[in-house]
Antibody
């Protein structure tokens, strides 16, 4: 069974940093691109960042560009999101989610088919 | 960035009803759109990908269609477990963008 499990969420003060992790199992991790998606309390879903299977391709939402960094360790089946200069508006549940297809380019990956359960990030003084 | 509008933002329905939700893209995204269902406190679930292809394990009462930059999710014969919030997501180009969501309640 393919599983993604997020961890690392916490309460942090504005301006602080946090690193989220996503542990993958049951899949050929290196062939799949993976996104981070977040959901603020009572709000809709917001796509945050993407990393390609080999880690070379990285994309970010404008709202986090320059503050967040996505990375992966394929030898450990791990995905990371380093979040710096955190703001109150970054408060959300953060999900990792994999592309449905492997070895694909944007527009051909057919959605995000497996999601983790989410990890809560709260930015507050 | 591509903007996704979604309507209605909420609707009330009964078991057995046919429900239609629409997303409109601000530019051509081909058929690179998916529909997701989310229940409170749970992760989203992929229902439909590539505008009209049913994800494995999803009941056939769910269907999707495309007309230009308009995309429709239809739920035939609404079941009790279908009361949830539905989102579209364009995965044509980065940044990916979600619609604001449609809450379907009783």
């Amino acid at each position: 069974e393919v599983q993604l499990v997020e961890s690392g969420g916490a309460l942090v003060e504005p301006g602080g940093s946090l690193r989220l992790s996503c542990t993958a199992s049951g899949l050929a991790f290196t062939i799949y691109g993976i996104s981070w998606v977040r959901q603020a309390p009572g709000k809709g879903l917001e796509w945050v960042s993407f990393i390609g299977g080999r880690g070379a391709k990285k994309y970010y939402a404008d709202s986090v560009k320059g503050r967040f960094t996505i990375s992966r360790d394929n030898s450990e089946n791990m995905l990371y999101l380093q979040m710096n200069s955190l703001r109150v508006e970054d408060t959300a549940v953060y999900y990792c989610a994999k592309d449905r297809l492997g070895y694909c380019n944007p527009g051909g990956c057919e959605g995000l088919d497996v999601w983790g359960q989410g990890t809560q990030v709260t930015v507050s003084s | 960035a591509i903007q996704m509008t979604q309507f209605p933002s909420s609707l009330s329905a009964s078991v057995g009803d046919r429900v239609t939700i629409t997303c409109r893209a601000s530019q051509d995204i081909r058929s690179d759109l998916g529909w997701y269902q989310q229940k409170p406190g749970k992760a989203p679930k992929l229902l439909i990908f590539a505008a009209s292809t049913l994800q494995s394990g999803i009941p056939s009462r769910f269907s999707g269609s495309r007309s230009g930059t308009d995309f429709t999710l239809t739920i035939n014969s609404l079941q009790p477990e279908d009361f949830a919030t539905y989102y579209c997501l364009q995965d044509y180009t980065f940044p990916f963008t979600f619609g604001p969501g449609t809450k379907v309640d009783l």
